[in-house]
């Protein structure tokens, strides 16, 4: 059997594009599961795939969306109908070979339930020919969306499209396969759309859109909970959360403080209901020669997640108390959900399986790919299921995998199929959708106090959308009405999103009994304009925080009051708190424009040496961030220029150490001020060549990133110039300022490591 199999992948070797994921010094690809372990993989009827589902006791699930209705969802957003605007990625992966993923066939449909029983029963295509869509957010005069390219955004009149698309902020997607391109526009409760595999967030001004800056976060899916904490992940890990609100530690453009405050919630470990053949890498094994399994050698099953996509937080209203602000990922090639228990102390949130070492959902159904998911207007859950054989970008695919997709049919049939199931507890209520779009300002500022996110989340959007400045004096009533604490921390962002936020608002919130109401409030007011901001100036020098969290988030907003007073409380703050998480540097964000003042007024009772070294060197770039390739010039600029383009484009850089060289939690280290970077030229060409396996340190902190570093030596499409060209830049961009690194010195470690063939280099090895 494993001479007829390795005959196999010889002859499929000669196919370039099934070359695309191997590596040299994997050249054992022998199968590890056996063949007759191994099912066959039939397309199912929805009636017959519900048979290989296995749930949590208590739940029960059922199709709200199946095939004609849908086909290939990858993301939804509502309407204020609850409508669902679903995004079909027709084109992905029709065959083996990507064939055809460069024609423009996707869609945008729009999923009606008009018999009141809970599924969709009507389908409206509302734009096609798209070109691999990945998400859209729904606004009532049009929609914004995401496609391979650019963020667009096109008019419409009810279900009809107005005219053409256009793009609405270009450059906004940065190049890449179709796994690491942006995806998200997740409206916050800080009234931003955030994205997955981006640094970037967006936002509505009129006709306009406004972009920011904002930490790098995951690669497929983000949501939020009900304090606006961001959730993200990688393929390779089911979690992660942001302890604090998004951009609270960006405040100070001037130092990049190296500060993450996201943190992996859970292990990785998956417990899937059947054999794991079809995953990339599942040939490495003990057995095979390799130091590591990929899949349990007993029980032939992924050991831990390699294809983690859409997560969301539930905060539904049918589920049992305790799942409320649960974690859910789906696991496209183990063909399962996760559940993840999230708790928080000060500075940290993290996960469990509540579970254990079993699943919430699991089906032997090897076609059901689970890619996203969605908290529904009746208070269940959503999952979106892409139901296609083929799960794995052409760009990834190695010779193993396309054997396995090639011997059970999965390359077929290419379209027709996709499904959206709903999950909803046996003993739960579901809640009766309403077009909230027809209520009235009053009607939708109760709303805010709704149990169900949904509700609230839409009431405050369709508020904010309308700028419906009727609701201003109801809204600050509420956010003074303590007995409903999530209704007060909405109220104040629907007032921000309508730019009616004011001082006295947040005065009557930061008495609330809740402590995350006055958290929220103090995040809050770090929005108001300066001038009201001052009249909050007495209320928050006196402000007594009653947790660590509240003093992160009131040290952040004391800095720009710019007073005496105010700059007393936060050295009082950094002082007797010095040891509080997160602390000193939401202090620095506060600060920008003010730290040589703050230094002034502190007299020397500031110690911390890292802090004075922020303020001093935030005081020298107080202009702004430094130009990007300033003092360069002729073919030094010239090279800069070319690897920055590479950065984000060919070599996807990006993906795995930020756009700011910033570093990416469990995918790469950071690339700013590092010493493999910065230091010996040969060095970092041996890395750019042939890849990094860690862990690696870096400054003194080690990172261990889940994957090895592919080297760049792989990629057909970049020359020896090209990869001088992202050395010179990555070594000259940031707060980096090393010399230019020529092509003929690259040609030189190419040759003299050509008996690497490609084998990642560690740590250890590069010290030598």
């Not at 027709?90 to 809970?118: F, H, N």
């Not at 995401?146 to 009149?157: A, G, P, Q, V």
């Not at 604090?244 to 990785?268: E, T, Y």
């Not at 261990?704 to 970049?718: C, E």
Request: some cysteine; charged content about 25%.
């Amino acid at each position: 059997m494993k001479i007829r199999s390795f005959l196999i992948l010889a002859l499929l070797a000669n196919n370039a594009l099934a070359q695309n994921g191997n590596k040299k010094e994997h050249a054992n690809m022998d199968p590890v599961v056996p063949a007759n372990l191994v099912p066959p993989a039939p397309v199912l009827s929805p009636a017959d795939a519900l048979k290989t589902f296995q749930l949590a006791p208590g739940f029960v699930i059922e199709p709200f969306a199946t095939e004609p209705l849908v086909e290939k969802p990858t993301s939804l957003d509502f309407d204020p109908a609850g409508r669902a605007w679903v995004v079909e990625m027709i084109g992905y992966m029709m065959d083996l070979d990507g064939k055809d993923e460069k024609v423009p066939q996707g869609r945008i449909v729009v999923l009606e339930d008009t018999d009141g029983d809970s599924k969709a029963d009507k389908r409206t295509v509302f734009l096609d020919k798209i070109h691999l869509p990945r998400t859209v957010a729904v606004f009532p005069d049009g929609i914004l969306f995401i496609d391979d390219e650019n963020l667009n955004w096109i008019k419409r009149d009810g279900l009809k499209p107005v005219g053409s698309p256009s793009i609405a902020a270009p450059g906004f997607i940065e190049a890449g396969n179709v796994e690491h391109k942006v995806n998200g526009l997740m409206r916050n409760l800080d009234n931003w759309m955030y994205n997955a595999k981006s640094g970037k967030r967006v936002r509505r001004d009129g006709e306009k859109w406004l972009v920011e800056s904002t930490p790098f976060r995951g690669q497929w899916g983000i949501s939020h909970d009900n304090y606006g904490r961001l959730y993200h992940n990688n393929n390779s890990t089911f979690l992660f959360g942001d302890y604090l609100a998004p951009n609270l530690l960006a405040g100070n453009p001037g130092v990049n403080l190296k500060v993450s405050d996201a943190s992996q919630l859970g292990p990785n470990d998956t417990y899937p209901s059947r054999v794991s053949p079809g995953v990339n890498r599942a040939y490495i094994a003990k057995a095979n020669g390799y130091s590591s399994d990929t899949l349990d050698p007993k029980s032939f099953k992924l050991l831990l997640t390699t294809a983690s996509a859409g997560p969301v937080i539930y905060r539904g209203t049918n589920f049992p108390k305790e799942w409320q602000g649960r974690g859910f990922t789906p696991e496209s090639v183990a063909n399962l959900v996760k559940a993840i228990q999230i708790d928080e102390k000060t500075g940290k949130l993290s996960g469990s399986h509540p579970l254990g070492k079993t699943e919430f959902l699991t089906s032997t159904d090897e076609r059901f790919r689970p890619v996203n998911m969605a908290n529904a207007p009746d208070g269940s859950l959503l999952i979106l299921d892409l139901y296609h054989g083929i799960i794995q970008d052409r760009f990834f695919m190695t010779s193993y995998l396309r054997q396995q997709y090639a011997s059970r049919k999965l390359d077929g049939p290419a379209m027709g199929q996709g499904r959206i199931w709903r999950v909803r507890a046996t003993n739960g209520k579901l809640e009766k959708v309403q077009d909230l779009g027809a209520l009235d300002a009053t009607a939708l500022v109760k709303m805010l106090a709704h149990p169900n996110g949904w509700n609230r989340d839409m009431a405050q959007r369709i508020l904010v959308d309308r700028k419906d400045l009727s609701a201003v004096p109801l809204l600050e009533k509420l956010a003074g009405i303590a007995d409903f604490p999530l209704a007060q921390i909405h109220a104040l962002w629907t007032l921000e999103g309508l730019g009616k936020l004011s001082a006295a608002a947040i005065d009557s919130a930061l008495k609330a009994k809740d402590p995350k109401v006055a958290v929220s409030a103090l995040w809050a007011a770090g929005k108001l304009s300066a001038a009201e901001l001052t009249k909050l100036e007495s209320t928050l020098v006196s402000f007594s925080p009653a947790n660590d969290e509240q003093r992160i988030y009131l040290a952040r907003v004391l800095g720009p009051i710019g007073s005496a007073a105010a700059f007393a409380k936060l050295q009082a703050l950094l002082t007797e708190h010095e040891k509080v998480p997160f602390l000193a540097a939401a202090a620095f964000s506060g600060l920008d424009n003010h730290e040589n003042a703050f230094k002034a007024a502190s007299a020397g009772k500031i110690t911390d040496k890292n802090f004075l070294k922020w303020l001093d060197d935030g005081a020298k770039k107080s202009s702004g961030p430094a130009i990007s390739g300033g003092g360069l010039a002729g073919e030094h600029l010239a090279s800069f220029n070319r690897g920055k383009a590479h950065y984000a484009g060919a070599a996807a850089c990006f993906g795995c150490h930020g756009a700011a060289g910033e570093g990416v939690t469990n995918l790469g280290p950071p690339l700013d001020e590092s010493e493999y970077v910065n230091g010996p030229p040969e060095r970092l060409v041996k890395i750019l060549l042939h890849g990094l396996s860690g862990p690696i340190t870096v400054a003194g902190v080690q990172y261990k990133p889940s994957a090895d570093m592919p080297g760049l030596m792989q990629n057909p499409t970049l020359k020896d110039s090209d990869i001088a060209d992202i050395a010179t830049y990555i070594r000259h961009e940031w707060s980096n300022k090393s010399p230019q690194i020529p092509a003929d010195l690259i040609t030189k470690m190419r040759k003299d490591t050509a008996a690497r063939t490609g084998r990642p280099y560690t740590a250890k090895e590069l010290e030598k």
